[in-house]
C-alpha cells in the first residue's frame, strides 16, 4: 500500500508505504548532502503495564534498559562496529514514550539501513550480558542523580504527579533494573516491538521506491496485529506537591516551575490544535521579547537562559519553565502575579498574531534539516496526525482560543516549584 502525502506551501512532499510485516515506512526526498534515518516504537518509559494478563510486571526503566541491549548481537559483535564499518554515526534514545534508533550517513546509505532494520528486529539476551548491562546502567542512574538539572526536573515531575508514571526516571532505578530478566525483556519486545506498532522514516537525497525496496530485503513477510498494553492512570487535576527542594552541584539556585495540564484530548487534531495554540501563548507570555522575561532579566531576577518547554501527549501534558535564579521563590511569585494579571487584563490581538506568525515562520523553517524533518514526522505519526496539516492548525486558531488555554491552564492549584540550591562546603 502507497500514499503520497504534499504540501503546496512548502513545495515538499513525502510517500506512506505499509508493508507486508504492518511495519509503516514514511520517506521524505530532500536533496541534502546528510541522509537522516530512524526506526522508531510507540513504546516509552511510561509503558510499564503489566504483561501476560498481569503475571509478568514490568520493571522501572525497561524501555531504556532495551534500547541499550538490542546494539548487541548474537554473534558477539556491536551494531555501532557495523554502522562506523560504512560511514553512518549512529544512536538511540528512550523519552518517556517512544524508543528511537538512528543513524545519519553521507554516503552507503543502503547498508546502513540494513543494519538499522537487522539489529532492531534481531534481538538477543542471554542472563550474563543482562547482568553486565544492568552494572553499566546503574552507574549511568548515579551518573544522572549526580546531575543537578536532571534531578531538578524529575522533582518538578514529582510535584507534578501522584501516580502517572511519567514522574518516573526514564532509566528506572537501581533496584528496579536489577530485576530485568531475559525473560522480561523478550516479553517486552514480542508486546511492543511488533512492526506494526513501529514506524521507519527516511529524510534525504533518497528515493521512496528505493528506500522501500532496501527495507523489505530486511524484513519478514506476515505482520503480527496484537494490540499492545497501555497503562490507564487516573490522575487528579492539582499538582501533587508545592515545592521540592534539593541541593545540588551548581554555583547559583536553578529552578523548574512545572504546570500540569490534565484537560488533554482524545481526538489527534484536538490534541495538535491545543499543542499549537500553546506554542503560541508561550510565545506570547515567556519569550526573550516578552513583557515578563525582560522585566525579570532587567531587575536582575533571571539569568538569560530562562526557557519555556511544553509537552503534550495521550495521558499527559505540562508546560515546564526553567532558568537560573538567585531567588527562585520570588520569580516564582512575580511569573504568577504576571499571569493573573494577564488573566484580568486579556491578550493583545497584535501580540497574538506576531506570535503565530513566528510559530508559523519556525514551521517552515523546520523543513531545512533531515534531522529535524525526521524527528517531528515521527511525532506526528505516532500522534496519529499527518505532518502538512500543523499550517492549517495555526492558522485556524483564534485569540479566543489561547485566551481558553491562558484561563484553563494557568490554575494555581496546578503549579509546582522545583529548586536545586548550591550545596553548602563542608567545613
Not at 482560543?401 to 522545583?418: A, C, N
Request: hydrophobic share 40%.
Amino acid at each position: 500500500m502507497k500514499q503520497v502525502f504534499k504540501s503546496e506551501l512548502l513545495g515538499e512532499q513525502y510517500t506512506l508505504f505499509t508493508h507486508a510485516s504492518g511495519l509503516r515506512i514514511y520517506v521524505f526526498p530532500k536533496k541534502m548532502t546528510s541522509t537522516y534515518a530512524l526506526l522508531a516504537t510507540d513504546f516509552g518509559a511510561v509503558d510499564n503495564a503489566p504483561l501476560c494478563d498481569g503475571k509478568i510486571p514490568v520493571p522501572d526503566g525497561v524501555a531504556h534498559f532495551l534500547e541499550h541491549k538490542l546494539f548487541s548481537n548474537e554473534d558477539g559483535s556491536d551494531a555501532f562496529e557495523h554502522f562506523s564499518a560504512c560511514g553512518a554515526d549512529a544512536n538511540a534514545y528512550t523519552s518517556h514514550t517512544r524508543t528511537v534508533y538512528l543513524f545519519s550517513c553521507t554516503e552507503n546509505f543502503a547498508d546502513a539501513l540494513g543494519e538499522l532494520v537487522d539489529f532492531v528486529t534481531h534481538p538477543y539476551f542471554t542472563a550474563e550480558t543482562v547482568q553486565k548491562e544492568q552494572g553499566i546502567i546503574a552507574e549511568e542512574i548515579r551518573m544522572c542523580r549526580d546531575n543537578p538539572y536532571d534531578c531538578c526536573y524529575y522533582n518538578m515531575l514529582e510535584g507534578l504527579y501522584r501516580e502517572h508514571p511519567v514522574k518516573t526516571d526514564i532509566c528506572g532505578s537501581v533496584s528496579s533494573i536489577a530485576a530485568i530478566t531475559p525473560e522480561i525483556l523478550y516479553e517486552v519486545y514480542q508486546t511492543y516491538y511488533q512492526l506494526s506498532n513501529m514506524a521507519l522514516v527516511v529524510c534525504g537525497d533518497v528515493t521512496p521506491d528505493a528506500v522501500f525496496e532496501i527495507a523489505d530485503k530486511h524484513l519478514p513477510r506476515c505482520a503480527e496485529h496484537r494490540i499492545p498494553p497501555r497503562r490507564k492512570t487516573l490522575e487528579g487535576h492539582a499538582a501533587n506537591r508545592a515545592r521540592i527542594e534539593a541541593c545540588g552541584q551548581v554555583a547559583k539556585p536553578i529552578f523548574s516551575i512545572g504546570v500540569k495540564d490534565t484537560a488533554i484530548p482524545e481526538e489527534p487534531y484536538e490534541r495538535l490544535k491545543r499543542d499549537a495554540g500553546m506554542a503560541i501563548l508561550s510565545e506570547m507570555l515567556f519569550s526573550e521579547s516578552g513583557e515578563l522575561y525582560n522585566t525579570l532579566f532587567d531587575e536582575g531576577l533571571i539569568s538569560p537562559e530562562f526557557s519555556a518547554d511544553y509537552a503534550l501527549t495521550r495521558d499527559f501534558a505540562f508546560l515546564q519553565l526553567s532558568g537560573e535564579a538567585n531567588d527562585p521563590d520570588l520569580v516564582f511569585d512575580r511569573i504568577k502575579a504576571y499571569l493573573e494579571k494577564k488573566k484580568a487584563e486579556g491578550l493583545s490581538f497584535e501580540d497574538f498574531e506576531r506570535c503565530r506568525r513566528i510559530e508559523y515562520a519556525e514551521y517552515i523553517k523546520s523543513f531545512d534539516s533531515t534531522e529535524e524533518i525526521a524527528n517531528t514526522l515521527l511525532s506526528f505519526i505516532f500522534e496519529g496526525a499527518e505532518l502538512f496539516s500543523y499550517a492549517d492548525v495555526l492558522m485556524s486558531i483564534d485569540l479566543a482560543f489561547v485566551e481558553q488555554l491562558l484561563l484553563e491552564v494557568f490554575d494555581d492549584t496546578h503549579y509546582t516549584l522545583s529548586v536545586i540550591v548550591p550545596k553548602k562546603e563542608e567545613i
